[in-house]
């Protein structure tokens, strides 16, 4: 079991940077971590994953060479730092993790949740 609280998401302008934390209450090298979006009327879609020892990442096409996403076992937290920003990036943005050392697409994979946080980017 793992709770799992998002931070930094905001109100921000196109071109802008931000980074979301997500910090866990279990030893994050024990999960795969990821972060998925959900946009108004979309369904839940994987942005970023990293795997249990960090040497995997995954990004969704819409956000690599802007999005990257580390995490910091040391301190239980994961982050996503979102450079360029762009209107499309709009959404709330939702940590998940699963036990299995594998990053899925598939958000019906991963166990534990998040409760979000909005991320909106202005034109």
């Known amino acids: 079991q793992v709770q799992l609280m998002e931070s930094g998401g905001a109100l921000v302008q196109a071109g802008d940077s931000l980074r979301l934390s997500c910090t866990a209450s279990?030893?994050?090298?024990?999960?795969?971590m990821t972060w998925f979006r959900q946009a108004p009327g979309k369904e839940r879609d994987l942005v970023a994953g990293?795997?249990?020892?960090?040497?995997?990442?995954y990004y969704a096409d819409s956000v690599k060479g802007r999005f990257t996403i580390s995490k910091d076992n040391a301190k239980r937290t994961l982050y996503l730092q979102m450079d360029n920003l762009k209107p499309d990036d709009t959404a709330i943005y939702y940590c998940?993790?699963?036990?299995?050392?594998?990053?899925?697409?598939?958000?019906?994979?991963?166990?534990?949740w998040g409760q979000g946080t909005q991320v909106t980017v202005s034109s």
């Open positions: 998940a993790a699963r036990e299995l050392n594998i990053v899925t697409t598939s958000a019906e994979a991963y166990d534990f």
């Open positions: 990293i795997n249990h020892g960090g040497s995997y990442r």
């Open positions: 279990a030893p994050t090298i024990s999960f795969t």
